[in-house]
């Protein structure tokens, strides 16, 4: 029941991470994603089968200490956002800034119901605010395909941000081999480190 409580927050968390990033660049100024349908936390709006139910199933059933996935991007022009200079990295940090939110929320919840709320409606908002401080860390690291390579990019001086517009251009014409790549190097030389600052922030988040 914990495991399935897990994989279903998990794929919660991801769509409403892609949904983030379609309000916000609705509130900028492209309709895309409102026009797609994609403004909604209905999960067949949004589910990859890959990528929000196979893959984090399986790192959720075999303890892995890494917790991601993904729904099918929400589309958008980025040459419709009313600002042009910070638009594309507004809308990308959105999605990331909503998992912190989330997190934010439930961890408190954590910290301070213990005298208001049944254990296991604490150990259900732990598992929300770890989840979700877990995916929005992790869509920060700045390689794409992920969403911190295009807030980093966002903010560069034009030219070198057309420097990392092209690499992510490569990179993404690559499919699903780019994302194998930075998993592989995320295994071998981010994970422990990463996985130790979450934790940490975890912990501190709860008053644990």
Same mark, same amino acid.
């Given at each position: 029941?914990?495991?399935?409580?897990?994989?279903?927050?998990?794929?919660?968390?991801?769509?409403?991470?892609?949904?983030?990033?379609?309000? @916000?660049?609705?509130?900028?100024?492209?309709?895309? @994603?409102?026009?797609?349908?994609?403004?909604?936390?209905?999960?067949?709006?949004? #589910?990859? $089968?890959?990528?929000?139910?196979?893959? $984090?199933?399986?790192?959720?059933?075999?303890?892995?200490?890494?917790?991601?996935?993904?729904?099918?991007?929400?589309?958008?022009?980025?040459?419709?956002?009313?600002?042009?200079?910070?638009?594309?990295?507004?809308?990308?940090?959105?999605?990331?800034?909503?998992?912190?939110?989330?997190?934010?929320?439930?961890?408190?919840?954590?910290?301070?119901?213990?005298?208001?709320?049944?254990?296991?409606?604490?150990?259900?908002? @732990?598992? #929300? @605010?770890?989840?979700?401080?877990?995916?929005?860390?992790?869509?920060?690291?700045?390689?794409?395909?992920?969403?911190?390579?295009?807030?980093?990019?966002?903010?560069? $001086?034009?030219?070198?941000?057309?420097?990392?517009?092209?690499?992510?251009?490569?990179?993404?014409?690559?499919?699903?081999?780019?994302?194998?790549?930075?998993?592989?190097?995320?295994?071998?030389?981010?994970?422990?480190?990463?996985?130790?600052?979450?934790?940490?922030?975890?912990?501190?988040?709860?008053?644990?």
């Amino acid at each position: 029941m914990e495991i399935a409580l897990t994989v279903i927050v998990l794929i919660v968390s991801i769509i409403a991470h892609e949904v983030a990033h379609g309000y @916000a660049a609705n509130a900028l100024g492209d309709p895309t @994603a409102r026009l797609a349908g994609r403004l909604t936390m209905n999960p067949l709006s949004h #589910i990859d $089968p890959l990528g929000s139910v196979i893959i $984090p199933s399986l790192l959720v059933f075999t303890g892995s200490p890494m917790l991601f996935g993904w729904a099918k991007p929400v589309p958008y022009n980025p040459y419709n956002l009313k600002n042009q200079r910070w638009g594309e990295a507004i809308v990308a940090v959105a999605g990331s800034a909503t998992n912190l939110l989330l997190a934010l929320f439930f961890g408190l919840i954590v910290r301070f119901g213990v005298d208001v709320f049944a254990p296991a409606t604490l150990s259900f908002a @732990a598992t #929300i @605010a770890f989840v979700n401080l877990f995916l929005g860390l992790f869509n920060l690291i700045p390689f794409p395909p992920l969403d911190g390579f295009t807030v980093v990019r966002g903010i560069l $001086p034009y030219k070198l941000a057309g420097d990392f517009q092209r690499f992510e251009t490569q990179m993404r014409s690559m499919g699903i081999m780019s994302l194998v790549l930075f998993l592989i190097v995320f295994s071998y030389v981010l994970a422990g480190p990463f996985s130790s600052l979450v934790s940490m922030l975890f912990r501190t988040l709860i008053g644990g």
